[in-house]
C-alpha cells in the first residue's frame, strides 16, 4: 500500500510564503517524477511543478519565479517553496508521484490533497 502525506498548507496573506511538503511511503521500488498540481474551485485540476529523479523541473507559466519545487529521492519526498502569493493560488494542493511498487510499474499516486489560502 502506497501513500502519500502532504502537509504545511495553510492561511497566508498576500506577498507571503508557504512550504508544502509530500513524503511518499509503502513498498516503493523507485519514483520517476514527482509533483504538485492544484484546484481551485469550479476549476479544472491543473500543474502547478514537476521534478524527475535526476532533478529536472517543469513549472507552469504563473508560479515561474515564485515556486520552487525540490526534492529528497533518499526520503521519496517532494516539497514546494511558495513566495510571493497571490489571492489568485487559492486552491487545493495535491501531491503526485509517478512511482513503482512490486506489483506496478509507472503508475500514478495522489496525496489527499492540502488547502492553501492566499487573503488580499
Known amino acids: 500500500q502506497v501513500q502519500l502525506a502532504e502537509s504545511g498548507g495553510g492561511l497566508v496573506q498576500a506577498g507571503g510564503s508557504l512550504r508544502l511538503s509530500c513524503a511518499a511511503s509503502g513498498s516503493i521500488l523507485g519514483i520517476r517524477t514527482m509533483g504538485w498540481y492544484r484546484q481551485a474551485p469550479g476549476k479544472q485540476r491543473e500543474l502547478v511543478a514537476t521534478?524527475?529523479?535526476?532533478?529536472?523541473?517543469k513549472y507552469a507559466d504563473f508560479v515561474k519565479g515564485r515556486f520552487t519545487i525540490s526534492r529528497v529521492n533518499a526520503k521519496n519526498t517532494v516539497y514546494l517553496e511558495m513566495n510571493s502569493l497571490k489571492p489568485e493560488d487559492t486552491a487545493v494542493y495535491y501531491c503526485?508521484?509517478?512511482?513503482?511498487?512490486?506489483?506496478?510499474?509507472?503508475?500514478?499516486?495522489w496525496g489527499q490533497g492540502t488547502q492553501v489560502t492566499v487573503s488580499p
Open positions: 521534478i524527475t529523479s535526476g532533478g529536472n523541473t
Open positions: 503526485n508521484a509517478d512511482l513503482t511498487t512490486p506489483t506496478a510499474v509507472f503508475v500514478d499516486y
